[in-house]
Nanobody, 123 residues
Framework: QAQLVESGGGLVQAGDSLRLSCAAD????????MGWFRRAPGKEREFVAA????????IYADSVKGRFTISRDNAEKTAYLQMNNLKSEDTAVYYC????????????????WGQGTQVTVSS
């Protein structure tokens, strides 16, 4: 069972960058595919990015391609989301999630979730 804790959110201006971190406890972080999702006010939770256990494969939502980069450090048991050129529409609570198995872009296919970290982008 994985417990996930996100950090790194904050208030930034449009065009700025942020890096979110997702720290996992336990000894089996490397067995999980990791994903990032977000929920904007008044909207459904949406997929942002995911990374395979080996970090060889990544997938992104079209809305963040070219701006966001997902990565992981299995030795540190941490996944990251580097967010560049932030836009006001990126404002949301960002959640990391873990699943055993392949990459998925669907939230209900992930077994474990963090509590979320707020990202606010002012224009």
């Amino acid at each position: 069972q994985a417990q996930l804790v996100e950090s790194g959110g904050g208030l930034v201006q449009a065009g700025d960058s942020l890096r979110l971190s997702c720290a996992a406890d336990g000894r089996t972080f490397s067995v999980y595919a990791m994903g990032w999702f977000r929920r904007a006010p008044g909207k459904e939770r949406e997929f942002v990015a995911a990374i395979s256990q080996s970090a060889l494969t990544t997938i992104y939502a079209d809305s963040v391609k070219g701006r966001f980069t997902i990565s992981r450090d299995n030795a540190e048991k941490t996944a990251y989301l580097q967010m560049n050129n932030l836009k006001s529409e990126d404002t949301a609570v960002y959640y990391c999630a873990a699943r055993i198995g392949g990459l998925r872009a669907v939230a209900n296919e992930y077994e474990y979730w963090g509590q979320g970290t707020q990202v606010t982008v002012s224009s």
